[in-house]
């Protein structure tokens, strides 16, 4: 007969199989009814140790379901990420999350050890993948793992203690236009909307998404500013507006003076965009831009083949050659460095247009 017991001690009593076994409430299911759960022992002492133990590391935050699979928290995890994302890297996140739970889904979460970490990383380089490819996987991982330590589903973060696998080439360098042809590009583009696009992502380091999601009231109408509120992004194969890339990426990017006349062109050309698309009131396909910059640069002799992106790497490493401090070039291009952000708090907007002036006395159009 079941032993009665102190409340909140929950009950005891031997079952059939020889084992002790202490029932105890432990609070209530979503459709009200209580709900309770057992722990076993070879003794009633062992028994009650047990719930004893539960009732302790529950109180303090500490007790660890040892249930919760891989592919519960995940998936958890994923759905909370939602708002913290564009929707594109938000997209391209569930790419990588299929990899994850393919390799640990059913596995109880607390049971994933470094080894595991370091054996699943082994077997994506066997099969060939790139070391991005691994970087990506490695990183969102650590970031599943470092969410459950926080939340106290699991003692340790696995991934931290696994070994960073070795990449199997060097970093491939960010290519950019040299000065040379920067200032070939700046008195060689035409006179267009195509070349005067370009001419401003050269002079002002803006992302293409962020530039094809302009609007007429994001420019000043003297040229001299352009505001940064949101960026194309795309949602299975298609372009909507939504958020920048970052929180950092909301900025206001000053215009060299000698380019300004470009951003005035842009705004009174525009229609509900800057780029629009052949459907009425919609942003243009990146894909149709890249198509417009390469058939312009292939028109320039002396200049190389580089993608639009290389135009925001050229931005930064000719205002560093110019002198130009760090933390005022990652505000004004809107790095989401969290060290740098920092710093950002003390740069004032009169360094950030002294930063424009170089950029054009440097790259002036002669007209």
Known sequence: MPGKRSNGEGTLRKRPNGLWECTMMVGYQEDGRRRYKSFYGKTQKEAKDKAEAYKRDTAAGLYIDPNLTFQEWAQKWYEGYRDSVSPTTYESYGYTLKILVGAFGPRKLGSIKPLDVKQFLKGLRADGKSDSYLTKCRGMLYQIMHKAEANDLIRKNP????????????????????????????????????????????????????????????????GSCIHIRQAVNMVKGRPHIGPPKTANSVRDVPVPPSVRPCAVFLREQAGKFVWDSPIPGQPVNPSHFRDKYRNALLRIPGVRMLTPHSCRHTYVSQLQALGVDMETIQSMVGHADIEMTQHYLHVQEESRRAAAEKFSKTFGISR
Do not use: S, Y
């Open 159 to 222: 991934v931290r203690f696994a070994e960073k696998m070795k990449a199997h080439k060097p970093v491939k360098r960010k290519e950019a236009f040299t000065q040379e042809e920067v200032k070939i590009l700046m008195e060689q583009l035409p006179d267009n909307k195509v070349g005067h696009t370009i001419r401003l992502m050269l002079a002002t380091g803006m992302r293409t998404q962020e530039v094809l999601a302009l609007e007429p009231q994001h420019i000043e109408p003297d």
